[in-house]
Structure formats: structure tokens, C-alpha cells
């Protein structure tokens, strides 16, 4: 059984930083690729980042590369996201998701498997 649980969200100033992390209870956490999504209200879900299985590739979404940084410890069942340099257009709930497909990362939501309850992130100007 996987659950996954965010925390780390929070109200934040623009230009300010915010580190969320997504714990798994289960045993099988490095048998997935994982990946941050998030969604602002009246949008749609969208791609934030994602890393494989070992951790040696990551991907990230335009709007928030250079400034996000995804990382994970499978000793501690847990993956990361590191967002510094928040813009108030950052503001969304953030999903953690769990792939079984290890070894490739995707884009899309749905090819991901297990979905956290999600955290919010507010960025104020």
C-alpha cells in the first residue's frame, strides 16, 4: 500500500523560498518515479517535476526551472521539492504522485499511480 503525505506548504513572500517534502509509509517507495504537480484555482493540474527511481534524472517544467529543485532519499522514503524565488503566479495546491514505471518520467498525470492529499502554497506580492 502506498500513501503519500505532503507537508512543507505554507504563506510565503515573493522572492522567498519553501521546501516540501512527500513521505511514503510504505516499504516499496524507491520501486517509483515520482513527481510534483500542482494546480491554482480555475486551472487545470499541471507538471511541476519529476525524478526517477534512483534519483539520477530529473525534469522540470519550464516555469519553474532554474528556480525549483527536485531530490529524493529513498533510505527515508521521502522526495522533495526545493522552491526558491516564488512568484505569486507559484500559488497552487501541491500533489506529490508515485510511478510505477521507474525508469522513465513523465508529464502527464495521468501515468501516475498515487497521489498525495496535497499542500497549499501561497506566494504573496
Known amino acids: 500500500q502506498v500513501q503519500l503525505v505532503e507537508s512543507g506548504g505554507g504563506l510565503v513572500q515573493a522572492g522567498g523560498s519553501l521546501r516540501l517534502s512527500c513521505a511514503d509509509s510504505?516499504?516499496?517507495?524507491?520501486?517509483?518515479?515520482m513527481a510534483w504537480f500542482r494546480q491554482a484555482p480555475g486551472k487545470e493540474r499541471e507538471f511541476v517535476a519529476a525524478i526517477t527511481r534512483s534519483g539520477s534524472i530529473t525534469y522540470y517544467a519550464d516555469s519553474v526551472k532554474g528556480r525549483f529543485t527536485i531530490s529524493r532519499d529513498n533510505a527515508e522514503n521521502a522526495v522533495y521539492l526545493q522552491m526558491n524565488s516564488l512568484k505569486p503566479e507559484d500559488t497552487a495546491v501541491y500533489y506529490c504522485?508515485?510511478?510505477?514505471?521507474?525508469?522513465?518520467?513523465?508529464?502527464?498525470?495521468?501515468?501516475?499511480?498515487?497521489w498525495g492529499q496535497g499542500t497549499q502554497v501561497t506566494v504573496s506580492s
Open positions: 510504505g516499504r516499496t517507495f524507491n520501486n517509483f518515479a
Open positions: 504522485a508515485a510511478r510505477r514505471v521507474a525508469y522513465f518520467i513523465s508529464v502527464h498525470d495521468y501515468e501516475y499511480d498515487y
